[in-house]
C-alpha cells in the first residue's frame, strides 16, 4: 500500500484534501505535518486536528513544523478563509493532540524507515521540507516522490500577477524543495479553476446526504465561496489542494502532463514567489533556459468532471 505524509497550512481547501486521503482505502497516511501558511501555525494546526476527527476515516498521528517562513515574514490568507482558517463558523474544537516530535524530525524519521517507500504531498508553504532537506539531505533523497499544489502552473498568479500563494509565502524554500533533486509533480493552479470547483448542486449534493465529513467539507468552505462570489460574482468552491490530491489518489484524471525545468525567483520583488515552467519548446533567445535538466513534471489538464465524480462519492461515502 502507498505510503503518504501530507504537509499543510490547512486552511478549507487542505481540510477537503485532507479528507479525501484519510477516507481513502488505497493509502495510508503516515503523518499529517503543520507549517504556518493559510493561518498561522497554531490554527494550521487545530484545524488539521479537528479534520482528522471528522474524517471518518484514518486517524495518523499529527506532528507541528515551522511557524515561519526560511527568510521573510508570515503572509496568511485570512481574507479568503476566514481568520480561522475554516469559514469562521465555530467548527473547529478539536479534542485530539499533537505529537510532541518536531514535523521535520518526524518527516525525516518516517523517510529513514521507509526508503523509497513515502510519497510527500504538501497543500501548503514547503518550509518544512525544505528545512528536512537541509538538515539531512541524504535521508531526504529517499523520499519516493512529492506532490506539490503550488505554483500558478501555466496561468497567472493568485496572489501576485506572477505568484501562487504556496510559493509567494516562502518562495526560498520552493526552490530548494526543487533543486533537491526528489522526483516531483507540480498541480499548478491554473488546473484548480473552471469546472475543477464545486458549484451551488455541487454543495447541496454535500449537504443533503448528511455525512458529517461532507458537510464539514461545505461548511468551512463559507468564507471562500464569499470570497468567489465578490471575486467573480459565482457561487463556487474552487478547491486547489482538493484537486492535488486527487492527482495523488486518482492518476486518471490527469489528461496532460510535461517534464518541465522550473525556477523560482527570489530576488526581484515584484517577481517574488513567480516560478517559470520551460517546457522544452524552442525559444528565440533560450539563454539561462537551454539544455536544462527538467526537474518536476507539471500537470497541464485535467478531467474536471471525473476529478469532482471521484471526489464527491468520496465524501458521500
Not at 518550509?127 to 499544489?149: D, F, Q, R, S
Request: glycine fraction near 6%; charged fraction near 20%; aromatic fraction near 6%.
Amino acid at each position: 500500500m502507498r505510503k503518504l505524509i501530507i504537509d499543510t497550512d490547512t486552511g478549507s481547501d487542505d481540510a477537503v484534501a485532507i479528507i479525501m486521503a484519510l477516507k481513502s482505502a488505497d493509502v495510508k497516511v503516515e503523518a499529517i505535518t503543520t507549517v504556518c501558511g493559510n493561518v498561522p501555525l497554531e490554527l494550521a494546526t487545530k484545524n488539521a486536528l479537528m479534520t482528522i476527527e471528522v474524517a471518518n476515516g484514518q486517524k495518523p498521528p499529527l506532528y507541528v513544523g515551522a511557524a515561519k517562513p526560511l527568510m521573510r515574514d508570515l503572509v496568511t490568507a485570512v481574507n479568503v478563509h476566514g481568520e480561522d482558517g475554516m469559514g469562521d463558523c465555530d467548527l473547529i474544537h478539536p479534542t485530539l493532540l499533537p505529537e510532541s516530535k518536531h514535523a521535520v524530525d518526524a518527516i525525516l524519521d518516517i523517510v529513514e524507515q521507509n526508503p523509497g517507500e513515502i510519497e510527500i504531498i504538501t497543500i501548503g508553504p514547503v518550509t518544512n521540507i525544505a528545512l528536512a532537506i537541509l538538515k539531512a539531505p541524504e535521508t531526504m533523497k529517499k523520499v519516493k516522490h512529492i506532490y506539490t499544489m503550488g505554483t500558478s502552473g501555466f496561468g497567472p498568479g493568485n496572489t501576485t500577477p506572477v505568484a501562487e500563494f504556496n510559493v509567494y509565502v516562502d518562495a526560498e524554500a520552493y526552490r530548494i524543495m526543487l533543486n533537491s533533486g526528489i522526483p516531483m509533480t507540480i498541480i499548478g493552479f491554473d488546473v484548480c479553476l473552471g469546472e475543477a470547483a464545486l458549484t451551488k448542486d455541487d454543495m447541496d449534493i454535500l449537504l443533503a446526504s448528511g455525512k458529517p465529513e461532507a458537510v464539514f467539507s461545505v461548511k468551512c468552505n463559507r468564507s471562500l465561496l464569499e470570497y468567489n462570489i465578490e471575486r467573480c460574482n459565482e457561487p463556487i468552491i474552487d478547491l486547489p489542494d482538493a484537486v492535488a490530491m486527487g492527482v495523488v489518489l486518482w492518476n486518471e484524471i490527469v489528461v496532460e502532463d510535461k517534464w518541465c525545468y522550473c525556477y523560482v525567483c527570489t530576488m526581484e520583488e515584484a517577481a517574488y514567489g513567480q516560478v517559470i515552467l520551460n517546457d522544452g519548446s524552442k525559444l528565440a533567445i533560450s539563454d539561462g533556459f537551454a539544455g536544462l535538466t527538467p526537474n518536476a513534471k507539471v500537470c497541464k489538464t485535467i478531467n474536471n468532471r471525473l476529478f469532482k465524480e471521484k471526489l464527491i462519492s468520496l465524501l458521500v461515502r
